[in-house]
C-alpha cells in the first residue's frame, strides 16, 4: 500500500503523497477536464467539413451515455471508425494537436497541470488511461509529460484508421486489463499504484491499486469512495467550460 497524507474530499483538493506511487493510472474525461475529448475532436471535424453533424450528434449522446456510466463502447469505437476511416492519419493528427490547443488544454481543471508535473517529478511515471482514440489523446499526453498512454488498439492500413486491434477495448474492466499489462511489462506493482477516475465504469481499475482518487462522482461512485476511503477531489470550473 502507499503512504499517504490525510485523505482528500474538498474543493480543488487533489491527492498527497508521503511517498511516490509506483506509477499513476489517469482517466482522461471527466476526470482531467470538464468535457469529453472524442465530442470535442468529432465538433471540429465537422467545423471543417469531414464529419457529418449527425456523427457529432452520435458523439454527444455517447458522451451522456459514458457520464451515466451505460455507454456501449462497441457500438462508439465502430461507428466512430467508420465515419473517419476516408481521413488519412496524419491529417486527423494534426487537427488532434489543434483541438488540443485549441479546445482541451483551455478546459482542464484547475490544479490538474501542477498536481501531475508534481507526481512525475518525485519519480512517478503517468500513464493515461483513455476509452478516446490514441491520437486524440497525444498532444495531452505530451502535454503533461506522461511515459504512456493506454487506449483502444486500432488497425492502420495505408495510412488510414480501418478497424479495431487485439485485445479488449480500453473502457470499463478494459482499463484495468491495459493497467495490469503495463505494470507488468516494467515489474511495477499495482498494490502501490495510484489511479484517477471520475466513472462508475471505472471502478474495478480503481479497486485495484493502492491509492485511487474519485473527480467529481456521481452519487454510487461517490458512496463507494467513502466506504473505501478514497480521495474525493472536486475541483473548481475550468477557463473555458
Request: aromatic fraction near 10%; charged fraction near 25%; charge should be positive.
Amino acid at each position: 500500500m502507499i503512504e499517504r497524507g490525510p485523505r482528500t474530499e474538498a474543493e480543488g483538493g487533489w491527492p498527497t503523497y508521503d511517498e511516490p506511487p509506483s506509477v499513476a493510472f489517469i482517466d482522461v474525461d471527466g476526470t482531467l477536464l470538464a468535457e469529453t475529448t472524442t465530442y470535442l475532436f468529432a465538433r471540429i471535424l465537422m467545423r471543417r467539413g469531414l464529419l457529418r453533424r449527425s456523427s457529432l450528434l452520435r458523439a454527444l449522446y455517447h458522451g451522456l451515455q459514458h457520464r451515466f456510466g451505460r455507454l456501449d463502447y462497441g457500438a462508439l469505437i465502430a461507428y466512430g471508425l467508420k465515419g473517419i476511416a476516408s481521413i488519412p492519419i496524419v491529417e486527423l493528427e494534426r487537427i488532434a494537436y489543434e483541438n488540443f490547443v485549441e479546445h482541451v488544454r483551455p478546459r482542464l481543471y484547475p490544479g490538474v497541470v501542477d498536481h501531475f508535473n508534481g507526481l512525475r517529478k518525485m519519480g512517478t511515471p503517468l500513464v493515461l488511461v483513455s476509452s478516446s482514440p490514441g491520437l486524440v489523446i497525444e498532444p495531452l499526453r505530451i502535454f503533461l509529460g506522461c511515459a504512456d498512454s493506454l487506449t483502444t488498439k486500432v488497425v492502420i492500413n495505408r495510412g488510414r484508421l480501418v478497424g479495431v486491434g487485439g485485445g479488449p477495448p480500453c473502457y470499463g474492466e478494459g482499463k484495468l486489463f491495459w493497467a495490469e499489462e503495463w505494470a507488468a511489462r516494467y515489474g511495477l506493482a499495482m498494490e502501490r499504484a495510484a489511479a484517477y477516475a471520475d466513472n462508475w465504469s471505472d471502478r474495478a481499475l480503481l479497486e485495484r491499486v493502492g491509492r485511487a482518487a474519485v473527480v467529481h462522482p456521481g452519487s454510487r461512485l461517490l458512496k463507494l469512495a467513502r466506504a473505501r476511503g478514497w480521495d474525493v477531489v472536486r475541483p473548481g470550473r475550468p477557463s473555458r467550460a
